[in-house]
């Protein structure tokens, strides 16, 4: 009965608005409490339960690899990769991409660029430092830090680089040169896989884009710092993606996992490669031919773990936002009528930002 009362007594004086405030307020972030030597974490970070284990996979059970290698000099070379999209799209909804034609050098500097904005000192990144989601460049911990029933050990930037980019002044110094330079070439990436997926719906290669689904990227750069007691927390919770497309710079640390046939699966880093994943967007246009699955990233007592994610959507405020999405005609009929409800961008991406990561899918929301 003491320890009932105890515990009681506890979650009387547990504030957890004011903790997350006092946190916020000191614009360090996760980092901060690493620089500041913690060995306990705090409570806002800590999860109810973490107690699905990674599935050891087998090679059936990887994610698939897929070479981009000759695919616009051998017409049968492409017809194989699009197959292999197709299944790939259709049953895992992750891959990951090598021989995409973005040079090593290019991803290495782009983590570096990362490391060296969240290695800064507090009174530099402050500047940054925002819950204004209308702002074109966001520093913080958590988008949904607020809402969240838990927070995420992770600190992010955020910035939308399409199609209306902030000037280069507005960039932070440490890493505005690769940050502009690597979003352009993923931009360039993007649509050619938005071509590749155009074919594997059987749709001429510019739909995709026609319908608008390369317009807009939106670029954030984790830092997952060390964890001084992992199995408590997540570096991200299980969500599925607010996007068409998602390409994905993850060092060699790892951590992410994909949830597949109800089991966890590593997403092993592969040099030189990038990760890809669809959005909840692409699995609504599609009328769930395509995939948008969950996926978590897992605490680790080693880091920093560096990760950089660019979003092919468009982002608040932005002219194009009104466009309306809904499933594509051409791949509709009478025994496969329309799944999803159309929306725009505006309304999907305010209705994920005001849920946060809940470990629900934001296509819920838009099913007839």
Known sequence: MAKVLENFESEIK????????????????VKGLVDAGVTKIPRIFIHDKITDTPFEGNDKHTIPIIDLKGIDKDPSLRREVIDKLREACEKWG???????GIPATVLDEMIDGMRRFHEQETEVKKHFFTRDETRKVIYNTNFDFYQAKAANWRDSLYCSMAPNPPNPEELPPVCRDIMMDYSNKVMSLGLKLFELLSEALGLRPNHLKDMGCAEGLYFIGHYYPACPEPGLTLGATKHTDSAFLTILL???????????????????PVAGGLVVNLGDLSQLISNDKFKSVYHRVLAKDVGPRISIACFFRTHFAERT?????????QLLSKDNPPVYRETTMEEYVTRIYSKGLDGTSGLMYFKL
């Open 250 to 268: 993850q060092d060699i640390l790892g951590g992410l996992q994909v949830l597949h046939e109800d089991q966890w699966f590593d997403v092993t």
């Open 321 to 329: 936002s009104s466009r309306i999405f809904a499933p594509i005609k």
């Open 14 to 29: 547990y504030d957890r608005k004011s903790e997350l405030k006092t946190f916020d307020d000191t614009k360090a972030g």
């Open 94 to 100: 992750f891959f990951q991409l090598i021989n995409h």
